[in-house]
């Protein structure tokens, strides 16, 4: 009896210390952050622009521990990638495995399928040395039949079942729907998305989305509207983190032009900052509405002036339908039939009566809940 005790208290407290590794709530994840700018100022920054983890790639071993330490002071987790640990883990892994501000391991970013053995590996190591560590791969989106080949598979969600085979808690994605002018490259985003829910209602892991807040080539300057559409949209199909790309401005590349990111080079913030701190601020309460729900259902409707994703979806006991403006640029107003059972729900997550219509501006959501 009293060794049985002992072992319900102990995997009491391994459930405990396995999700004192997460961080609280719905993950909205900066990416990336240079290794030069590991200190104070900047991750209190990232914590008051509304994140709760952050994506590192520290260049050397000191680097990792500097990290996490400074991270931890500020709230925040840590999905860490360095070449030390992909190459020699049973070097690092067993000094940071106990830190409290780790949280997953990243494997890989767009991955093609010739590393998928190598990586599968690479987690079983990881595994093998931190048995309750979590590991994360985030994959290429479905951009048409050049990149599948590229890749090296006939059909994306070939792709998606491949990776979703190694272990980790979530499939990750992304792709970057809004383009200059206005323009949505839709049909490939919803092919995406269709897939990437199809295969995480399969295996029962949530995934996550990425968000793109750094301007560069067809990619205009994100505004609000651009942000929501991406959030939302993301959170109407039934994302369980949002990631965004890139927190600071990468270095131009020949093929890409990066400019302008919520920080930028010089290490001071940039326009965007303002931009995605007011976005955060609004996500926050309305993800916690989509944690742990679970969508039911996902439909495209014409409106007069528009086009709308309705996504009806439930958590709790209760019934709720959403509805997204696909525009990156227009309103589109959405016209309800009210009745004794319905109410709306505000980004406060406030209930108040329902009218006949509503005009959705650029990317925003509706929210009602069956009472």
Known sequence: MKARLILILLSILHLHITKASEPQGFPIIADILPTELYDHTRFNDIRKAGFNAIMVWPKSTPNIYKALNV?????????????????????????????????????????????????????????RLHPDGQCYINLFPNAGQWLLDDIGVKKYPEYVKAFSKIEQPQISYDFYPVRKGGKVAGSQWYATLDDIRSESQRTGKPFWAYVLCVPHGVYPMPTLAHLRLQCYVNLAYGA????????????????????????????????????????NAELKPVASLFWKSKVTGIEHRKCTNGEVVVSHFTKEGKS???????????????????????????????????KNAYILGAGDILIMRDK
């Open 71 to 127: 991270a931890e002071a500020h709230g925040l987790k840590v999905l860490i990638f360095n070449v030390e640990i992909e190459k020699r883990p049973e070097t690092i892994v067993p000094s940071i495995k106990n830190h409290p501000a780790l949280w997953q391991y990243i494997l890989a970013d767009e991955p093609k399928m010739k590393r998928w053995q190598e990586l599968q590996d690479l987690q079983k190591r990881i595994s």
């Open 240 to 279: 369980q983190g949002i990631s965004y790309f890139s927190y600071a401005t990468p270095k131009p590349t020949k093929n890409f032009d990066f400019h302008d990111g919520p920080l930028l080079r010089n290490g001071k913030k940039g326009k965007t900052y303002k931009t995605v701190k007011k976005m």
């Open 320 to 354: 709720y339908t959403c509805y997204v403006n696909k525009s990156a640029d227009k309103d589109v107003t959405v016209n309800i039939r009210p009745n004794d059972h319905l109410v709306r729900i505000r980004k406060d997550m406030k209930a108040e009566l329902v």
